[in-house]
């Protein structure tokens, strides 16, 4: 383990500012305008190298494989091919979307992140329909040869492979742990501690970030609701969102947001003592998360854009007992794979209403048929099948010599 630091001013404005106020609304088609600051690119372009830099002290001379993770990071391999490292074979893996050629041209520094890209040897998406987009982007912005039967870009004379692999979660651990005495018996206390004893519970797992299509989530708990207004008092909506980057304005502006309409809908639809939202921002172990999926009727997942969504994979793991309904939004890289969800589209919010309804009141023999395919997908791709695909595909490759 190796940790570099930075200083307050470069982590802001790389971190911040370009990675997080520029490429991450680029990336996620959520409406959010992408900002991009002179200042920050630089200081993007300065964290970068002093990534290839640490990369070059540990490789040393040694042959090495190095593996390099997401959107932060998309110009080290640039930087370790020019400082002429052909004892390091690199692979990336892009965890968000890749968007389409007609957004990516938005990035005034397009080419140079491309040209990152191109350095590795092994590009890794979640799903083909990125490596497409990728590739339309190179074919629109680059000289570049792209030869579509093997999926590889020959840029600069040297060949990048461009593959998708879903990423997934450990499956067995999550099951195991899931199915056990313990955490059945800390599912009771929850529903204890949190008073749903009798109430069918609908749960949401997210980041508090205007990907996750929070608000639009809670809109449609509200149409539900005014349309189905018997199951007042019968259900509680449930939702954990983590507070992230609220140093950037658009952040805090979806928290005032979400506060707004939590207490707005809670206002409406509430009798007694019973409220149909319960949101919190509250820190909860791990294990407490397994054990609310174990309980949960339904779970949503509601992004507007999603490279993969881990969520609705570990809620499928969760459930042992075959029981709970899974809503995904059409969306996620995940709906590629979890077809027997219901899926929807959370800028329906009618459709999705009356999709909560029909998750709510879905027979015991669908939901256990649904539940048990989900697995089976979940379970055949797990965290390392696909550590392992990437793995094996990079060990593929050989060193040049000098």
């Known amino acids: 383990l190796r940790r570099l630091f930075l200083s307050k001013e470069d982590y802001d404005a790389y971190y911040y500012g370009y990675?997080?106020?520029g490429l991450w609304p680029l990336c996620h088609i959520a409406y959010t305008r992408p900002l991009f600051l002179d200042s920050e690119w630089k200081a993007y372009q300065k964290v970068n190298r002093m990534f290839a830099g640490a990369v070059l002290e540990e490789a040393g001379n040694e042959h090495a494989f190095v593996w390099i993770q997401d959107f932060h990071l998309m110009l080290v391999a640039k930087y370790l091919k020019e400082a002429n490292a052909s004892n390091i074979i690199t692979a990336f893996f892009y965890h968000v979307?890749?968007?389409?050629?007609e957004v990516f041209r938005i990035c005034p520094q397009k080419k140079e992140?491309?040209?990152?890209?191109?350095a590795h040897?092994?590009?890794g998406f979640q799903i083909r329909y990125h490596t497409d987009n990728f590739l339309a982007a190179v074919d629109q912005e680059l000289e570049s040869r792209i030869d579509r039967e093997k999926i590889s870009v020959n840029f600069q004379n040297r060949e990048t492979l461009v593959r998708a692999f879903p990423i997934s979660v450990d499956f067995e651990a999550i099951s195991s742990l899931a199915g056990s005495e313990t955490f059945k018996e800390r599912g009771l206390k929850l529903r204890e501690e949190l008073s749903l004893e009798d109430k069918k519970i609908i749960l949401g797992v997210d980041r508090i970030d205007y990907t996750k299509g929070l608000p639009d989530k809670l809109r449609a708990i509200d149409r539900f609701l005014e349309k189905y207004p018997d199951f007042k008092e019968k259900f509680?909506?449930?939702q954990m969102g983590q507070i992230s980057r609220l140093h950037v304005p658009r952040y805090k502006q979806l928290n005032d947001e979400i506060n707004a309409l939590v207490e707005e809908i809670n206002w409406k639809h509430s009798q007694g003592t019973w409220v149909p939202i319960v949101f919190t921002r509250a820190y909860m172990p791990y294990p407490d998360i397994l054990a609310l999926y174990g309980?949960?009727?339904a779970c949503i997942v509601s992004s507007l854009h999603d490279g993969m969504n881990l969520v609705a994979k570990e809620f499928t793991a969760a459930r042992p007992d075959l029981n709970g309904v899974l809503m995904l939004s059409?969306?996620?890289g995940s709906a590629r794979e979890l077809t027997d969800a219901l899926l929807i589209n959370p800028f329906d919010i009618e459709s999705f209403a009356?999709?909560?309804?029909?998750?709510?009141?879905?027979?015991a023999d669908e939901k256990e048929k649904r539940m048990r395919k989900l697995r089976e997908v979940v379970s055949q791709n797990n965290i390392y099948r696909w550590a392992g695909k990437v793995l094996s595909q990079l060990l593929k490759f050989e060193f040049q010599e000098t």
């Not at 992140?113 to 191109?118: A, N």
Request: hydrophobic share 50%; proline share 11%; charged share 15%.
């Open 19 to 21: 990675s997080n106020e």
């Open 97 to 101: 979307p890749w968007p389409n050629p």
């Open 113 to 118: 992140i491309l040209e990152g890209l191109l």
């Open 121 to 123: 040897d092994l590009l």
């Open 236 to 238: 509680v909506f449930f």
């Open 295 to 297: 309980i949960a009727d």
């Open 330 to 332: 059409q969306f996620t």
């Open 354 to 363: 009356d999709t909560i309804h029909q998750a709510l009141v879905m027979p």
